[in-house]
């Protein structure tokens, strides 16, 4: 008999099979989805004004627009992290974050919205002004405690150690793998519906994702390795940190993900591009160059951008363009992840 061959044929996972594994999560609403997917035609006229090649199309995934207490990727993670303390019937939330967070705030509006306590742990920054997020968690009715990144553990061990004496049932957020993950998680789902906008206006060719490093580009890279989509993705830098360490810990997460969601693939440190010139001097420090990139998406778009994050991710882009770097056919799809309330504590930089 001829012997038999076995042909193994590689099948992507299907957009249903990740829409129902979505579903099965417990899940808290704070988000207005989905977020609309737009052009950036007048920063693409700008630039080529200027001398400066751009390919055809510049979209931009408008993950600020999510509505709840200003917007933001996080408005994605924190459905899931919601539901996840919700299911764990806890009744108080202790955060410990630093001056600049913009999780801080999400998860300030998650816990006012499902009517639990909030205590943030503010760890740097201990005497500058309450303003932005933190203004924002006061707002939102969470306890703040100002306090150096050292003694930060044992305020929150405290605070715990008091809630259960007073018989609540309270959880500590970075004590708990699942926050580690939840972002990626909301991410898929950002990932389905760029798919399907993606169909709806033709594009089928070479997409580049471009955000910054964490877990949201790394949400949206998974799901395109999944589904055996042409999407690449860079993600620039916004803070100090070795290039290896944002790898190592993306593939493990994904991989734990892969798994709860029976996917075949996890990331790698092929995956993700990471540049490492546009963070600025230092994490919550912008140069010049970022200021410039959130004054132009200003000017020529009406649409606004931060210091910490997607400054830094429209600094990279433009130096990219401007020194050729990016391949002109890709449709480039950058993904506004929010983080607006801190454009604020730096309105000094842009007043003049
Ligand atoms: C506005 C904003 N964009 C991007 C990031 C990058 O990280 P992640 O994708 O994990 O949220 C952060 C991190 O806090 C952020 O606040």
């Given amino acids: 008999m001829a012997p038999v061959t076995e042909q193994i044929v590689t099948m992507a996972v299907t957009k249903n099979q990740i829409q129902m594994a979505l579903e099965n999560l417990p899940r808290f609403k704070l988000s207005h989805l989905n977020t609309p997917l737009e052009t950036l035609e007048r920063l693409k006229q700008d630039l080529s004004e200027r001398g400066i090649s751009t390919p055809d199309r510049i979209l931009i995934k408008r993950e600020d627009a999510t509505g709840l207490a ?171 940190g070795k290039i290896e360490d944002f790898h190592k810990i993306t593939s493990r997460r994904s991989s734990e993900v892969a798994e709860m969601f029976d996917l075949k693939y996890s990331l790698n440190e092929s995956d993700i591009t990471v540049l490492e010139n546009y963070r600025g001097p230092a994490y919550g420090e912008p140069d010049e160059e970022v200021i410039n990139a959130i004054r132009l998406l200003g000017k020529t778009e009406g649409l606004i951008l931060d210091p910490n994050y997607t400054g830094k991710a429209m600094s990279g882009l433009i130096g990219e363009l401007k020194t050729g770097q990016i391949d002109l056919n890709e449709t480039i799809c950058f993904i506004h992840s929010g983080g607006l309330p801190q454009l604020f504590a730096h309105a000094d930089k842009f007043t003049e």
């Fill in 70 to 240: 200003f917007g933001g990727n996080k408005g994605r993670h924190f459905e899931f992290e919601m539901g996840h303390i919700l299911e764990g019937g806890f009744d108080t939330v202790i955060n410990i974050n630093h001056y600049h967070s913009n999780q801080a705030r999400f998860l300030a509006a998650g816990c006012a919205k499902a009517g639990l306590k909030y205590h943030i742990i503010s760890t740097d920054m201990v005497t500058a002004p309450i303003t932005g997020n933190l203004l924002l968690c006061k707002l939102m009715g969470a306890v703040i405690h100002r306090t150096p990144a050292e003694y930060g553990r044992q305020m929150a061990e405290k605070i715990f150690s008091d809630v259960v004496k007073d018989g609540g049932n309270p959880y500590i957020l970075p004590d708990d793998p699942f926050a580690d993950i939840m972002g990626m998680i909301g991410f898929l789902e950002t990932g389905l519906e760029l798919e399907k906008q993606f169909e709806s206006a033709g594009i089928d060719g070479p997409v580049q994702l471009w955000g910054l490093t964490g877990r949201s580009i790394a949400g949206l890279r998974l799901y395109a390795k999944n589904r055996g989509l042409n999407w690449q993705a860079t993600a620039v830098q916004y803070s100090p």
